[in-house]
Each structure stands twice: as C-alpha cells, then as structure tokens.
C-alpha cells in the first residue's frame, strides 16, 4: 500500500506473491498493503456500509424529491432541498478528526461507524410522525440534513477501512463493490421505497429505510477491527492531522492525477450527463418516466457494470479499464445524440443512457481505486475524501457549465465538447497509470 515517509508507519514487507501485469506498465496483482490486515477483506461489511449511504440518500434525493413534487411542492423548492448534498463535499472539513481520534477497545475507525450507523437510523426513525411530508417540509428537511451529515461521516469512516485493510490487489474489486453498491442503494431507496410509499404510504418506506440500515449495524457491530499499527490510533499524542488534507497533494503524481486526470474525468461525463434530464423534458417525457429511468432503471446495468469492472481491474489492469470506459463513453455519447437532438424513442433512449451510466462506472472504478492507491494508512479518511472532494466539485461546476454551453450552442455541441474533455482525461490518465508515480501507486510501493 502506498505509503508516504511521514506517516510513521513501516514499509510493508515483500511477502512472495506473484506479480502478474498487462504490461510491465501496469500491475495488475501486487503484494499485500497495510500489515495487519485481513487474509479475506471484510466485504460484507464496507458492501452494507455503502449500501446504507445510499439507500437513505437515494430516498432523500430521488424518492423524496417525487413524493413532494406528486404533493404539489414547487420547484424551486425541491431546488433548495437538493443542496443538502453539498454535505458530501464538505466532510473533508472534518475527516481528520476520525483519523486521529477513536477507540482502542472498540477499534477506532468500528467506534465511529457504531455511533453514525446509529444515528443514521434513529434520524430515519425520527421521519416517522412526518406522514404529511408536503406540510412538515421544515422538521423533514432538518432530520434529512442530519441524515446526510451522519452518513457523509460514515462514509469517510468506511473509506478509512478500506485503505488500513485491503490489499492493492484488492482495490480494484474494492472500487467495483463501492460504485455497485451507491447504485443499489439508489435503486432501494430512489425506487424500492417509493414503490413502498406508494402501496402502503409513509410508515412503511421509513420503517423500510431504518430496518436496511440496522443491518449494517449489525454488521458493524460483529466486526473486530485490527489494532492500528500506524502511529495514528487515539491517545498515541499529537495534534489532528489537519494538514493529511493538503499533505496528500504533495506527493509525487498524486497533482498530476487528482487535480488534472480527475477532474477531466469528472467534468467531461458530468458535463454530458447534465444535458439528458433538460433533454428528456425537450422531447415531452413526464417527470414520473424521467425519474424512474434515471434513476431506477438505467441503475441496474450500471450496478453490474461496476462488479464486472472491478474484477477486470484486477485481472487487467487500471489503464485497460479505463481505456475500455473511455471508448464506451464514445459509443455512448453517440448513442445520446438523437435525445438532444429531440427525438427520445424509450427503447432507444433506455440503451444509451446505460451506455452512458456503464461508461461513467467504469471510469468511477478506476478513480476509486487509485484513490485508495494513494491514500496512507495512518491518514485514510481524509487521504481518500480530499482526492474524492476534488471529483465533486468540479461534477457540480461541470453541470452547470455545460448547460451554459448548451444554451448558446445547443445540446449537441455541449456533449461533444464535454465527451472531448473526458477523452482527453483518459488519454492522461493512461500516461498517468504507466508512469513510475501510477506504478508504485498501483504495487503499494512508495514513489521516490
């Protein structure tokens, strides 16, 4: 695992295993990371954490969203309710402090997730009286900001684990599961629990969305988190490690890949995705039909697309995967063409929105897994959550610019510019993986 000279901790040991690459470019299966960790990854328990974060922030975001506007509230008003996610930016603002402060009885990164994943399902409970949800919008968009603060939180916990106790030939399969399961969590809680609501009304989906969640925290709680061994566990001394946040972009190729391969990455799918839903609306689609393709139907694809491009990671390669997504995101923006030209046949449509969604998965999994080739041990929650904020902001930049563009020039010319900027990111993002800074990152071997 790719460590940097100051984080305190040891060099992992060379152990034997074979390494099998590509090229010799670019490693494929590398030697275990952080000493310490688990013989088998403890999948079961980072798959239920991600699920949970999604599930509930699937239902805020998407199933709720359909549920007020089917009660009459106003645009503008599920627009405010929307920068609740702004949240999810903003906890790099506090992921050190899970970094350094924690439990050595309970595990320090497991004592954080046992009092999130509690808090995210009595915040769940509390929705339960709000059975008009249109009339307590207030109460209802206070409980939904706790939910989300909790679950953002959570995630940089989860995120920290997965760092400490995977290996690097494991991330790859990491990044597949993580990207799957944000899509089955949207599919749960946008879909699923809307359907719920539907048939059987408010109680229902909550008590729903609270029991999914309380799985995880049984998970959570069976788990027996590892000792840190890494200079970084509570009451070992020193301050927070405010400065992890900015000290990760120090490293060598980690600028080059999150603060330019990253954000053309992000900004060029973003970009085009941005234009579908205002496309969709053009062409005299319902708001009903836009958000179940959106965001229930075109899910599924993409939740397998995220397994089977976690496991070609490990079997190909990152530059392979991300080449593959890259030129399925070619066909794909092809594929959208005749929607931002007007013309939305649902069969035809359907298709190359999962294109699309399958070559943004792909390309996410490969950005995952980098992420976590980079970040340090001692410091994985706010390593991981400073590369990844990078990504978000510049998704929400990227939207909005490519609107802009589309006014003045149309849809058509907004997608070919915006697919123009993603391409441009995977053709650097190759360069990148086939660098010396890509290869250590990718063997657990620290850059020189």
Known sequence: MSRAPASG?????????AVVAATPADPVV?????????????????????????????????GLVAVLRDAGTSLDTLALLSLLGLVWPLKVLWAPLLDRF????????R???????TGMVLALLAMLPLDDPAARLGPLAALAAVFVLLSATQDVAADALSVRLLRPAD??????????????GTVL??????????????????????????????????????????GGAAGSGGGVPWGAVVSVFRRPGVPAWALVVVPLLYGGVAGVWSLTSPALVDAGWSLARIGVVTGVVVSVPALVAGLVSGWLVRRLGRSAVLVAGGAVLVVS???????????????????ALSGFLVAYTALNVVIY?????????????????????????????????????????????????????????VALGVRWLRSPAGRAAASGVPAA
């Open 333 to 351: 923006t092809a594929g959208v063409v005749p929607l931002l030209r007007g013309a939305a046949p649902l069969a035809w449509t359907v298709t």
């Open 102 to 109: 924690g439990s050595r009885r309970l595990g320090h990164y």
């Open 189 to 230: 809680g946008g879909g699923v629990c809307v359907l719920v609501y539907d048939r059987w009304g408010w109680h229902a989906a909550v008590l729903l969305l609270a029991a999914l969640t309380l799985v995880a925290l049984g998970v959570v709680a069976a788990f027996r988190e590892p000792s840190r061994d890494d």
């Open 369 to 425: 897994t980098v992420s976590m080739d980079l970040s340090r041990p001692a410091t994985g929650g706010s390593d991981f959550t400073a590369l990844t904020t990078v990504a978000l902001l510049v998704s929400f930049a990227a939207g909005s610019l490519a609107l802009l563009v589309a006014g003045l020039g149309g849809y058509v010319l907004s997608a070919v510019v915006f697919a123009a900027v993603g391409l441009t990111g």
């Open 111 to 117: 004592s954080w997730l046992l009092v999130l994943q």
């Open 9 to 17: 901790s040891t060099t992992a040991a060379t152990t034997g295993h």
């Open 30 to 62: 590398a030697p275990p990371g952080a000493a310490g960790a688990p013989s088998r990854p403890p999948w079961l328990l980072l798959g239920s954490l991600w699920v949970t974060q999604y599930i509930g922030i699937g239902f805020l975001t998407v």
């Open 171 to 184: 991330r790859g399969v990491a990044g597949g599961v993580q990207v799957a399961a944000s899509y089955l």
